[in-house]
């Protein structure tokens, strides 16, 4: 297949629509079912580079969560702790595969931005993660393959107009790359850096352990942010961002609301949440939606007398702000990763405040030096790698 038309572009004027190769040669993606649109194959291609990067510096089956062409989560195939199989309401699953449990990472971290995500997975899919993928609600999902029997699960999801990509693993695009903007064309050479150990081995601070674990989630980190629209910052720990702060023009503001989402991610395992009594038949979609709630300032919105009712079987105590505090500060050992550098230490004393103990970042700031010293504030461990990751 050489081209593959499309039903419309961004949005449904945008007609006609269509994704093909200039070369005229054949397309490196196979439609196994449905009829994927635009916006999911911007997801799709960008998602497959990020698991597969993800999987080539970690050793590790890799997933992403898209949506709007930049990463909700990503994660990879370490297994499942009891809590954080709860608050991924996976529990009551079999133990899942290292695939299913990094799309369950992936998924789970952010699941009020991932839904109706384009799922992304590294390797073949199997009956675990298509068992997972069917109950979400979801646009599409792009591998490399599928097993017989999860493909046939995939099939029934949508009354069988579920997206399902396969993806050409050994297709490689050209060094240079185009994109036309306003009937003008751009060309550069692909950002084919590769992330390894040795990117973390510029340690500007004065503590300079960081220890092996820390290099895997600052991999990750900088690999979900070479494939996350900028300016961005991604909060990882163990093995999986826990907090992406996309797009914002403000890195300050990256920082906090990708640590608002890293500190949401902890407080959903706090007792207090773990301990909420729902409804029966609640759905997954409504507990997320009113969990973010009440861990937010608007808890009112689900507390209010004739609301709580609905949702909850018994009324819950407030989790006033002292207590959520208390809670977030037992979160530790987490690692902070930026496409560029920090212009001022507000992002690190930010940082510290969702327990980062371990930074990565270009480098490069007029105030390199102010940045330095709030790292040494908190015995942070920070690595200049050099390398900017701006995608757009």
Same mark, same amino acid.
């Given at each position: 297949?050489?081209?593959?038309?499309?039903?419309?572009?961004?949005?449904?004027?945008?007609?006609?629509?269509?994704?093909?190769?200039?070369?005229?040669?054949?397309?490196?993606?196979?439609?196994?079912?449905?009829?994927?649109?635009?916006?999911?194959?911007?997801?799709?291609?960008?998602?497959?580079?990020?698991?597969?990067?993800?999987?080539?510096?970690?050793?590790?089956?890799?997933?992403?969560?898209?949506?709007?062409?930049?990463?909700?989560?990503?994660?990879?195939?370490?297994?499942?702790?009891?809590?954080?199989?709860?608050?991924?309401?996976?529990?009551?699953?079999?133990?899942?595969?290292?695939?299913?449990?990094?799309?369950?990472?992936?998924?789970?971290?952010?699941?009020?931005?991932?839904?109706?995500?384009?799922?992304?997975?590294?390797?073949?899919?199997?009956?675990?993660?298509?068992?997972?993928?069917?109950?979400?609600?979801?646009?599409?999902?792009?591998?490399?393959?599928?097993?017989?029997?999860?493909?046939?699960?995939?099939?029934?999801?949508?009354?069988?107009?579920?997206?399902?990509?396969?993806?050409?693993?050994?297709?490689?695009?050209?060094?240079?790359?185009?994109?036309?903007?306003?009937?003008?064309?751009?060309?550069?050479?692909?950002?084919?850096?590769?992330?390894?150990?040795?990117?973390? %081995?510029?340690? &500007?601070? #004065?503590?300079?352990?960081? $220890?092996?674990?820390? !290099?895997? =989630?600052?991999?990750? +980190?900088?690999?979900?942010?070479?494939?996350?629209?900028?300016?961005?910052?991604?909060?990882?720990?163990?093995?999986?961002?826990?907090?992406?702060?996309?797009?914002?023009?403000?890195?300050?503001?990256?920082?906090?609301?990708?640590?608002?989402?890293?500190?949401?991610?902890?407080?959903?395992? %706090?007792?207090? &949440?773990? #301990?909420?009594?729902?409804? $029966?038949?609640?759905? !997954?979609? =409504?507990?997320?939606? +009113?969990?973010?709630?009440?861990?937010?300032?608007?808890?009112?919105?689900?507390?209010?007398?004739?609301?709580?009712?609905?949702?909850?079987?018994?009324?819950?105590?407030?989790?006033?702000?002292?207590?959520?505090?208390?809670?977030?500060?037992?979160?530790?050992?987490?690692?902070?990763?930026?496409?560029?550098?920090?212009?001022?230490?507000?992002?690190?004393?930010?940082?510290?405040?969702?327990?980062?103990?371990?930074?990565?970042?270009?480098?490069?700031?007029?105030?390199?030096?102010?940045?330095?010293?709030?790292?040494?504030?908190?015995?942070?461990?920070?690595?200049?790698?050099?390398?900017?990751?701006?995608?757009?």
């Amino acid at each position: 297949m050489k081209e593959l038309e499309l039903k419309y572009g961004c949005n449904p004027n945008q007609k006609p629509s269509r994704i093909y190769m200039q070369d005229g040669s054949e397309l490196p993606v196979q439609v196994l079912c449905g009829r994927p649109g635009y916006i999911n194959f911007l997801d799709a291609f960008n998602g497959w580079q990020l698991v597969t990067e993800l999987k080539k510096a970690t050793g590790l089956p890799a997933a992403a969560s898209f949506k709007h062409v930049s990463p909700a989560g990503a994660a990879v195939g370490l297994p499942l702790t009891e809590t954080l199989a709860r608050i991924y309401w996976v529990d009551d699953l079999e133990e899942l595969s290292s695939l299913a449990c990094a799309y369950a990472r992936a998924r789970g971290a952010d699941r009020m931005s991932s839904f109706g995500d384009f799922i992304c997975l590294s390797d073949v899919c199997d009956l675990d993660t298509a068992r997972l993928i069917k109950r979400e609600v979801s646009d599409g999902v792009i591998a490399p393959g599928y097993e017989a029997e999860a493909l046939e699960l995939l099939k029934q999801k949508k009354k069988g107009r579920y997206n399902v990509i396969q993806m050409n693993k050994d297709y490689v695009p050209a060094h240079l790359e185009h994109k036309e903007v306003f009937g003008v064309t751009f060309e550069q050479r692909r950002n084919e850096f590769e992330i390894n150990d040795k990117f973390f %081995s510029n340690v &500007v601070t #004065e503590n300079k352990n960081i $220890p092996e674990s820390a !290099r895997m =989630d600052l991999a990750i +980190a900088m690999v979900t942010l070479k494939y996350t629209q900028s300016n961005s910052v991604c909060y990882v720990k163990g093995g999986q961002a826990i907090g992406i702060g996309a797009g914002q023009q403000s890195r300050i503001h990256c920082t906090r609301l990708a640590g608002q989402k890293a500190d949401n991610w902890w407080l959903r395992q %706090s007792p207090r &949440v773990l #301990e909420l009594q729902f409804k $029966p038949g609640l759905g !997954r979609a =409504d507990r997320d939606n +009113a969990i973010d709630l009440y861990i937010g300032e608007e808890y009112m919105d689900v507390l209010s007398e004739g609301v709580w009712e609905s949702i909850f079987e018994k009324k819950p105590e407030v989790f006033t702000r002292e207590e959520k505090r208390v809670w977030l500060d037992k979160m530790t050992d987490v690692s902070l990763g930026s496409d560029a550098f920090f212009p001022f230490g507000d992002n690190i004393e930010r940082a510290y405040k969702s327990g980062v103990k371990y930074v990565a970042q270009p480098g490069g700031s007029v105030r390199d030096d102010d940045v330095i010293t709030a790292c040494n504030k908190h015995q942070i461990a920070m690595a200049f790698t050099g390398l900017r990751l701006f995608h757009h």
